[in-house]
């Protein structure tokens, strides 16, 4: 009762206060427990308007950066997605709602295991994961009508751009370590589109593309 009213007040105060129109994406958000994503110790910032540490150095990311990474990659109900860092996998989570079947991205072996264990909390069955370098995509399930990358990347990986299908779209954060701006990477007829939006704070992505 405590984190649903928490969470109500997150969606209205973060998310819909700051553009956040896309009413399914609304929806994700309400159905999704952010204290479960977590850590024990935390859970009473769960619905905190910043990103919180899931070890490792590493973070779940701001509600709102999820919400607008999320609307920005205009996710559709037959989409298959590529997710490049699973972290807590509430990206996923989210996402699980929104489109078919998502395969996410950990280097982090105890990440993938702990984010594993959070989306079985959920119930959630459309949701694959794979440990090893985003980087270089997953060749072995493209191609993804949609692409999302949660940490900071140097550049567009080239890869990752080839295993967008057509009329795919790509969201990913752009720059060096300590700014990115967040990137529309959008496939027509062959032809790419990029289109920079928000600027945001990532963990960086590291790996053969990545720093
Ligand atoms: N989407 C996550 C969530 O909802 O909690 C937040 C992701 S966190 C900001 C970035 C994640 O990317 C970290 O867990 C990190 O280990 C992972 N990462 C960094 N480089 C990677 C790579 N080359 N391949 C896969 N994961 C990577």
């Keep these: 009762m405590y984190y649903d009213k928490l969470r109500t ?9 700051r553009g956040i129109t896309n009413e399914y994406v609304i929806e994700s958000f309400e159905k999704v427990k952010r204290e479960l ?24 990311s701001q509600p709102y950066i999820v919400a607008i990474m999320t609307q920005l990659l205009n996710p559709e109900k037959e989409n298959i997605v590529l ?3 699973t972290g807590s996998g509430y990206q996923a989570a989210i996402l699980s709602y929104l ?5 996410s991205m950990e280097r ?24 090893g370098d985003g980087t270089i995509g997953a060749s072995q399930y493209e191609p993804f009508d949609r692409i999302i990358v949660t940490a900071a990347s140097p550049k567009v990986p080239q ?41 945001c704070r990532f963990v960086p992505l590291i790996g053969k593309n990545g720093f």
Aim: cysteine-free; aromatic content about 8%.
């Design 83 to 85: 997710e490049v860092g």
């Design 159 to 199: 890869i990752l751009v080839d295993q967008l299908s057509d009329n795919g779209i790509m969201i990913i954060p752009v720059g060096n370590i300590n700014l990115q701006f967040l990137k529309k990477v959008e496939k027509k007829d062959g032809e790419i589109i990029i289109t920079d939006y928000d600027a």
């Design 9 to 17: 007040e997150m969606v209205n105060d973060q998310l819909k206060t």
């Design 108 to 131: 982090i072996r105890e990440l993938r295991i702990e984010a594993q264990n959070n989306i079985k909390k959920h119930n959630i069955k459309n949701v694959f994961f794979i440990q």
């Design 99 to 103: 489109v078919k079947r998502i395969y």
């Design 37 to 60: 994503f977590v850590p024990e110790n935390l859970k009473n910032m769960a619905y905190n308007d910043s990103p919180l540490p899931i070890g490792f150095k590493q973070t779940i």
